[in-house]
């Protein structure tokens, strides 16, 4: 038994729709959730520059006495996860696309995947595509722009509308039936992703649950759930300012209400 909290780590906002996965499927567990709002986003960066960013974050949750850490975002996954878990000594949980799930249940043969340029880049997601390019046909592209919608509240607008239809109409037309959510902010825009597949047979496929089953287990073999002893206790921090984590405690809330098969 364990009472120190979960670290959840993303560059920006985006994490929080992990963050609300393990809050509600591990009700006993703190959370600290940190935020890199100054560094946001990562998708364009280079590895050097991601790797210092996230370094520096997760030394802050370790100082914390982070238990554990979900790094809750793919493009740091991507560029970062090796040097993480060979610089500490605590387990890791790592996001990439669901490419596997899609791959399996589609129905069509054709996937869609929307990510950032980085994760996209990573040697995670080409190998794991590549396992699956024999059964489906994978169209993946960057959510140009998708990341920034979310960070500065403009998810509902018309804008976002507009970016999101322009990526997602090509692959459904194509004939994909999963588009899998390869970046940790995108589950944001999913109201605008549902408006453009209307009544069509087309499913999000979003990690988060996948992530905090992983989560699960590691606490599980690790002997390090909380005892349930004492009411959890859910904290934020950021890089950026305290205008920055008011949004990313009330984003939280948003993040909360959302569902996902
Ligand atoms: N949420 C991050 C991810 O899952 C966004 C990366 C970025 O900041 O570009 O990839």
Request: a neutral charge.
């Amino acid at each position: 038994m364990n009472d120190a909290p979960i670290g959840v780590f993303d560059s920006g906002l985006g994490g929080l729709t992990v963050w609300s996965e393990l809050r509600r499927r591990l009700p006993r567990e703190s959370l600290l959730y940190y935020g890199d709002g100054k560094n946001c986003p990562y998708g364009d960066k280079t590895r050097e520059q991601v790797t210092e960013a996230v370094d520096f974050a997760v030394r802050r949750l370790v100082d914390r006495g982070v238990k554990l850490i979900v790094v809750a975002c793919n493009a740091a996954t991507a560029m970062a996860i090796d040097h993480l878990r060979a610089a500490y000594p605590i387990p890791f949980v790592g996001l990439e696309p669901a490419v596997k799930p899609a791959a399996l249940s589609s129905r069509s043969g054709v996937i869609g995947i929307l990510a950032t340029a980085a994760t996209l880049r990573g040697r995670l997601f080409r190998e794991t595509s590549r396992r699956y390019e024999d059964r489906v046909r994978i169209i993946a592209r960057v959510g140009e722009g998708f990341v920034e919608l979310v960070e500065q509240n403009r998810e509902r607008t018309e804008e976002a509308y507009r970016r999101v239809e322009r990526l997602l109409e090509p692959m459904i037309e194509a004939g994909a039936d999963r588009i899998v959510l390869g970046c940790t902010h995108y589950p944001f825009l999913s109201e605008a992703m549902h408006r453009v597949i209307g009544d069509r047979d087309v499913r999000l496929v979003n990690p988060a649950a996948a992530v905090e089953q992983r989560t699960e287990a590691l606490l599980r073999e690790g002997g390090i759930e909380a005892s349930g002893g004492s009411r959890p206790v859910y904290e934020f921090m950021t890089s950026a300012d305290e205008a920055y984590r008011q949004r990313l405690a009330a984003k939280s809330e948003e993040a909360r209400t959302m569902r996902f098969e």
